[in-house]
């Protein structure tokens, strides 16, 4: 039997920021790179970075104006240059930041002639053109039926998405088995957040959808063992909380694979052969049970 010598990188991920511009105030671009990477591991997350920037970030949006006497979206206001339409156009445009939650309302204030901007937007409303502000994500299509018109309402269409546009690419070094990655991510943002802010939003999201596998098999040894004491109450996210601070280092020492331990090619293969990947599993066996492990000796 051939057993092949296997090598363990021992380095740490890193990342860093290579480029970071401002093109003007509604384009702004960040260039970032990841790396070292086992072949395939790129990809990964290259893939499911895009998707998690482009999708799962949230933005804010004006998603309904409200003006009172205004018989349809083309009628003119009196004083004011442009039609309805053109205004809630404009209105859609409108790039806000925001850390609110959920749906508020705002209205125009401006007196004189000039131009109305975004800085005339005044929150919470009171009285004159109002508007309702809210944080989603995505994209969403207003309905436009007649009902919408008779009180003064018009639904703009809302792209709740700050990520303009993101790109991932890969480049290659070394040869063999030695072959590694570099993960390139390119990201554009409207302006609302900085290209940085939007990686770091969109890996905490990432995180927050793994965090219910990580407690998985927890959750089904307890309902094992309490199956003849009653249905366990779902756990707050207080409760997850408290659980994860006071298993901390398990779980540090459950994330540390046998990999990156440096071990001789016979005692890792014999490890791997019984299902041992982590540290936390070769510290729960005891002396006596990997001594029974067969072609182990330390």
């Not at 975004?118 to 994209?139: F, K, T, V």
């Not at 088995?177 to 905490?204: C, D, M, V």
Request: aromatic share 8%; hydrophobic share 35%; charged share 25%.
């Amino acid at each position: 039997m051939v057993r092949e010598k296997v090598t363990v990188s021992t380095r740490t991920l890193q990342w860093k920021c290579v480029e970071s511009r401002v093109d003007n105030k509604r384009l702004c671009y960040g260039r970032f790179i990841l790396s070292p990477l086992i072949k395939g591991q790129a990809d990964t997350i290259g893939i499911a970075m895009r998707r998690a920037l482009l999708g799962e970030i949230e933005g804010t949006c004006i998603t309904r104006a409200k003006s009172e006497k205004i018989p349809h979206e083309y009628s003119t206001i009196v004083g004011i240059q442009e039609s309805v339409h053109e205004i809630l156009m404009n209105l859609k445009e409108i790039v806000l930041r925001s850390n609110l939650y959920g749906t508020c309302g705002a209205f125009i204030c401006a007196r004189g002639p000039g131009y109305v901007t975004a800085q005339d937007i005044i929150s919470p409303p009171s009285c004159g053109n109002r508007l309702q502000i809210e944080r989603n994500r995505g994209y969403r299509y207003s309905i436009k039926g007649p009902n919408n018109f008779q009180d003064g309402s018009y639904p703009i269409d809302a792209v709740f998405m700050p990520v303009r546009n993101a790109n991932h690419s890969i480049h290659s070094y070394g040869n063999g088995n030695e072959r590694q990655e570099i993960l390139f991510l390119e990201i554009w943002t409207n302006g609302s957040l900085t290209p940085k802010e939007a990686l770091h939003e969109a890996s905490r999201n990432l995180i927050d959808l793994f965090i219910p596998f990580l407690h998985a098999e927890e959750e089904t040894l307890h309902l094992e063992y309490n199956r003849h004491k009653g249905t366990l109450p779902p756990l707050t996210f207080h409760d997850r909380l408290a659980k994860l601070r006071k298993n901390k280092k398990e779980i540090e020492l459950k994330y540390i694979f046998i990999d990156q331990l440096e071990l001789p090619p016979r005692i890792y293969n014999c490890l791997k052969r019984c299902n041992l990947h982590t540290l936390l599993d070769l510290l729960n066996k005891s002396q006596k049970d990997l001594m029974k492990i067969e072609d182990f000796r330390i």
